[in-house]
């Protein structure tokens, strides 16, 4: 917990964010650093012989050449401990309600608040005894830190010995010793609930797993036809307006992870204000409590500097890296990368580097790869199993994914949501394009649908989706000599697209019923569209005819059925089923 802080050099040049210091000492890579007498935050990001390049956190109006530069000691680090769970924190995790109530409106500059709090007590459970072998990642402990989140305390990932003391159950605050370890080389190291981590380096982690099981999110488009796989990444391009936020708070909202981080990234002011209020106001669906409890939000404030924006990737990955650690499903947001990547270029651009495409770094790729890398489902040091799901929003100017970082991250990633503009003017929602959207995950978690489902559901999605590329192919044909020239079982096709389009991938994320499918409600309604496109293709190659298909009562309840039928009683799909088959045997016995 101590940090030794010394001077390490003096302001040369100061330019926005980005400070030259010379006279360095000694000094380390990517160290915390303190700025000026105000002290304000920074990190060391190049580092040459006797002058390095700090990027400040804060505001540096009023710094001057020959400002004392302070090292802190260690690398800029989260803060990892009980406490996190339901907290807003900047791009630097500094708790932002706790720095307004110190500071009313404008965050002061060189306020220094501690992530964690430190006077709180938490209710501490030993899982492990005095004398016993403990190792980095194993659990010490827990602590229930909200009604969804029982917090296990790990050792350390570097640290391993004998326990020469352990406290006894009770009550500790996050500096509270609560163990002694006696290390190989007989150093004692104390341990507390809370350890840290610096941001820019990877939790250790014993191997990558297969990723089988998908992240449900509840939203059809996504679990039907474009799956992640929990440990997975994706990118959602979209220009703006065509649903990213909405998309991503879905995601917080529903998805089966146990730990959601949510990094509201640069984003227009009054997006992340939407979140900063919408949020502590949600519950979660299945617990009944609020949707906080299960949440930490890191929200880019629009007073601090770009620096910040770069970092709070980094922090928001690196705590989800630390209750992965602790056996959970994580999934991170961050919306949006793009203005991530727009920050390493405003930082980049200061520093007078050269310059790559559309002024972005040449390291940009780099960086992104070292991003989306920090997911996966992995075996944690304790043997246990937990993944990071990254789900990336980008936004293309002009919503052109011709552009850098659309390219760039596409490369990265495995699964891709595309958000179309024509669909979101149609106000078809989610605007997810079921033409430009992808998943590479599909092969590796149709088992886990089957076992759920049923095996008629890999057919279901294969049928389905030949049926909407078929449709592009037909639709060209009605551009250039209209519909009537296409035979019914063709233009049968156009139908059930529509049908399917409307009754399945449409999702009103304002209503109550529609927003949010289980697995068992989208494999059934799916399953009856496209039984309705297989016997209505038979009974139109046996005469019947296309109004007579359209015109059937049944039509007008599997239109309606993402409404009227409740996620808790799907008797009613069942219903919808059978009564679609006794019209369409009724319908083929006028014509055999
Ligand atoms: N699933 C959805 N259901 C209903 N409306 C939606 C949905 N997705 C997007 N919208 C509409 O589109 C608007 C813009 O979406 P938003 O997520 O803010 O776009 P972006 O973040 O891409 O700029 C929303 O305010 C909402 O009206
Ligand atoms: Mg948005």
Same mark, same amino acid.
């Given at each position: 917990?101590?940090?030794?802080? *010394?001077?390490?050099? @003096?302001?040369?040049? +100061?330019?926005?964010?980005?400070?030259?210091?010379?006279?360095?000492?000694?000094?380390?890579?990517?160290?915390?650093?303190?700025?000026?007498?105000? /002290?304000?935050? %920074?990190?060391?990001?190049?580092?040459?012989?006797?002058?390095? =390049?700090?990027?400040?956190?804060?505001?540096?109006?009023?710094?001057?050449?020959?400002?004392?530069?302070?090292?802190?000691?260690?690398?800029?680090?989260?803060?990892?401990?009980?406490?996190?769970?339901?907290?807003?924190?900047?791009?630097?995790?500094?708790?932002?309600?706790? +720095?307004?109530?110190?500071?009313?409106?404008?965050?002061?500059?060189?306020?220094?608040?501690?992530?964690?709090?430190?006077?709180?007590?938490?209710?501490?459970?030993?899982?492990?005894?005095?004398?016993?072998?403990?190792?980095?990642?194993?659990?010490?402990?827990?602590?229930?830190?909200?009604? !969804? &989140?029982?917090?296990?305390?790990?050792?350390?990932?570097?640290?391993?010995?004998?326990?020469?003391?352990?406290?006894?159950?009770?009550?500790?605050?996050?500096?509270?010793?609560?163990?002694?370890? *006696?290390?190989?080389?007989?150093?004692?190291?104390?341990?507390?609930?809370?350890?840290?981590?610096?941001? *820019?380096?990877?939790?250790?982690?014993?191997?990558?797993?297969?990723?089988?099981?998908?992240?449900?999110?509840?939203?059809?488009?996504?679990?039907?036809?474009?799956?992640?796989?929990?440990?997975?990444?994706?990118?959602?391009?979209?220009?703006?307006?065509?649903?990213?936020?909405?998309?991503?708070?879905?995601?917080?909202?529903?998805?089966? #992870?146990?730990?959601?981080?949510?990094?509201?990234?640069?984003?227009?002011? !009054?997006?992340?204000?939407?979140?900063?209020?919408?949020?502590?106001?949600?519950?979660?669906?299945?617990?009944?409590?609020?949707?906080?409890?299960?949440?930490?939000?890191?929200?880019?404030?629009?007073?601090?500097?770009?620096?910040?924006?770069?970092?709070?990737?980094?922090?928001?990955?690196?705590?989800?890296?630390?209750?992965?650690?602790?056996?959970?499903?994580?999934?991170?947001?961050?919306?949006?990368?793009?203005?991530?990547?727009? #920050?390493? $270029?405003?930082?980049?651009?200061?520093?007078?580097?050269?310059?790559?495409?559309?002024?972005?770094?040449?390291?940009?790729?780099?960086?992104?790869?070292?991003?989306?890398? $920090?997911?996966?489902?992995?075996?944690?040091?304790?043997?246990? @199993?937990?993944? &990071?799901?990254?789900?990336?929003?980008?936004?293309?100017?002009?919503?052109?994914?011709?552009?850098? =970082?659309?390219? /760039?991250?596409?490369?990265?990633?495995?699964?891709?949501?595309?958000?179309?503009?024509?669909?979101?003017?149609?106000?078809?929602?989610?605007?997810?394009?079921?033409?430009?959207?992808?998943?590479?995950?599909?092969?590796?978690?149709?088992?886990?649908?089957?076992?759920?489902? %049923?095996?008629?559901?890999?057919?279901?999605?294969?049928?389905?989706?030949?049926?909407?590329?078929?449709?592009?192919?037909?639709?060209? =044909?009605?551009?250039?000599?209209?519909?009537?020239?296409?035979?019914?079982?063709?233009?049968?096709?156009?139908?059930?697209?529509?049908?399917?389009?409307? #009754?399945?991938?449409?999702? !009103?994320?304002?209503?109550? +019923?529609?927003?949010?499918?289980? +697995?068992?409600?989208?494999?059934?309604?799916?399953?009856?569209? =496209?039984?309705?496109?297989?016997?209505?293709?038979?009974?139109? *190659?046996?005469?019947?005819?296309?109004?007579?298909?359209?015109?059937?009562?049944?039509?007008?309840?599997?239109?309606?059925?993402?409404?009227?039928?409740? !996620?808790?009683?799907?008797?009613?799909?069942?219903?919808?089923?059978?009564?679609?088959?006794?019209?369409?045997?009724?319908?083929? #016995?006028?014509?055999?």
């Amino acid at each position: 917990m101590i940090m030794n802080e *010394r001077i390490i050099g @003096q302001v040369k040049r +100061i330019n926005g964010p980005v400070i030259e210091v010379m006279g360095i000492t000694d000094a380390e890579m990517f160290e915390l650093v303190w700025v000026g007498r105000e /002290h304000l935050i %920074g990190e060391l990001i190049k580092l040459d012989k006797d002058s390095a =390049v700090i990027q400040v956190y804060e505001d540096t109006t009023g710094i001057a050449p020959y400002d004392p530069v302070y090292g802190a000691g260690m690398q800029l680090s989260v803060e990892l401990g009980p406490g996190m769970v339901g907290t807003i924190y900047d791009g630097i995790q500094r708790p932002l309600e706790t +720095i307004r109530e110190i500071s009313d409106i404008y965050i002061q500059r060189g306020i220094s608040v501690p992530s964690l709090n430190r006077g709180k007590k938490w209710h501490f459970v030993p899982t492990v005894k005095e004398g016993d072998t403990v190792f980095g990642g194993m659990v010490l402990g827990t602590v229930r830190e909200t009604e !969804n &989140v029982l917090h296990k305390i790990l050792v350390p990932p570097k640290d391993h010995g004998i326990l020469e003391s352990l406290v006894s159950e009770g009550d500790y605050t996050v500096e509270d010793v609560i163990a002694v370890l *006696r290390m190989k080389d007989s150093q004692q190291k104390t341990l507390f609930l809370m350890q840290r981590w610096p941001i *820019r380096v990877q939790r250790p982690t014993k191997k990558r797993l297969a990723m089988d099981i998908p992240l449900i999110t509840g939203q059809r488009v996504i679990d039907t036809l474009f799956p992640v796989a929990k440990g997975g990444t994706v990118c959602i391009p979209g220009g703006f307006g065509t649903g990213k936020t909405m998309t991503q708070q879905a995601l917080a909202k529903w998805c089966d #992870a146990d730990i959601i981080i949510y990094i509201g990234c640069g984003e227009r002011g !009054n997006e992340i204000t939407d979140v900063l209020t919408e949020f502590p106001k949600l519950v979660d669906p299945r617990s009944g409590r609020s949707l906080m409890e299960r949440t930490i939000l890191i929200a880019n404030t629009s007073n601090m500097p770009v620096s910040a924006r770069e970092a709070s990737i980094y922090t928001g990955i690196t705590m989800a890296e630390y209750f992965r650690d602790q056996g959970y499903h994580v999934a991170v947001m961050a919306d949006s990368t793009s203005r991530w990547a727009e #920050a390493l $270029r405003e930082l980049s651009g200061r520093m007078e580097e050269m310059p790559a495409e559309e002024g972005f770094p040449a390291y940009l790729p780099t960086r992104v790869a070292e991003f989306y890398e $920090r997911a996966g489902s992995m075996e944690t040091l304790s043997s246990d @199993q937990g993944s &990071v799901t990254i789900i990336g929003a980008v936004s293309p100017p002009g919503g052109d994914f011709s552009e850098p =970082v659309t390219q /760039h991250t596409k490369r990265f990633i495995r699964c891709f949501w595309a958000l179309d503009r024509n669909l979101a003017n149609a106000r078809h929602y989610p605007a997810i394009s079921w033409l430009e959207s992808y998943s590479e995950y599909l092969g590796d978690i149709e088992s886990w649908w089957s076992e759920q489902v %049923g095996q008629e559901w890999l057919a279901d999605r294969t049928e389905i989706m030949e049926l909407l590329h078929k449709e592009v192919r037909l639709q060209q =044909v009605v551009k250039l000599v209209g519909p009537d020239a296409l035979p019914d079982s063709q233009r049968f096709v156009l139908e059930v697209c529509t049908l399917f389009k409307n #009754a399945f991938l449409q999702q !009103n994320a304002y209503d109550k +019923i529609d927003t949010f499918s289980t +697995i068992q409600k989208q494999a059934k309604m799916l399953h009856i569209i =496209v039984t309705y496109s297989r016997r209505g293709s038979e009974a139109i *190659r046996k005469g019947a005819t296309l109004i007579k298909l359209r015109k059937m009562k049944v039509y007008q309840d599997i239109a309606k059925m993402k409404f009227t039928i409740h !996620n808790e009683d799907l008797s009613g799909l069942d219903k919808i089923e059978a009564r679609l088959e006794r019209s369409m045997d009724q319908l083929e #016995a006028l014509h055999v």
